[in-house]
């Protein structure tokens, strides 16, 4: 069985760029320049996850083989990140009234070495809210969720110049809709967060292993135990 955390999206928290002539560019875990390397929220997610997953996976180079289940989920992720009309029915569908919206929105974090594509962000009432959409059947959020949607409002506030109010997680399967006001303190400790992931795949930590009831149904337990 494989572990929760690879059922959607790319493992290697990709993002691609269109060039001038319309060709696509992949930058991976990526690089900006020869003395900074920037991070993305999907790293950050492992490391809430397992940190010795972030650690195999981006240090070591392991990475779990794709099972039926894993490819399904990155197709319907693919699917909705190529297709805005699809996007754009999913506010239609819990009825969002929002005065604004963007949809796959560039972020980077300068200060924290981090950038990603945040799935949308909408303004209600002149409030900026970061929205993360999901593929499982859950009925509550996972708590690496809600640090990674919090990855993209750090990013937000730096890209665009202001401050962001919530963040929103849907989850597709369940139409679980949970929102979370962004704190201070929800702020600080996910940037501490980043500045762990950071060291580890700078290399300058090597994580611990722990047993945990997760680890039973995690293909990596066969390395880390």
Known sequence: MQCRHKTEGNDWGTIRRRGRR????????????????YI??????????CPTILYQKYVRKIIEPE??????????YEKDKAGA?????????IRIEAEKVLFGVPLKSEKYKIMGIADAIYWK??????????????????PDHIY????????????LKQTAYKITLYYKQSKLWHEKTLTKQ?????????????????????PQTKWKTKCKTCWYNRICH
């Open 40 to 49: 993305t929220p999907l790293q950050v997610r492992d490391y809430i996850f």
């Open 22 to 37: 319309g060709d696509t560019h992949i930058i991976t875990a990526i690089r900006m320049s020869e003395e900074e390397e």
């Open 125 to 142: 009432n002149g409030k900026m809210h970061i929205l993360e959409i999901k593929y499982g059947n859950v009925k509550k959020p996972y």
């Open 148 to 159: 990674q949607a919090t990855t993209y409002a750090i990013m937000a506030e730096e890209t």
């Open 67 to 76: 099972t039926e289940m894993m490819k399904e989920g990155r197709e319907e």
């Open 85 to 93: 009309e699809r996007r754009k029915s999913i506010l239609g569908e």
């Open 186 to 206: 929800l702020k600080n400790h996910t940037i501490k967060i980043i500045q762990k992931t950071h060291e580890i795949i700078n290399g300058k930590t090597i």
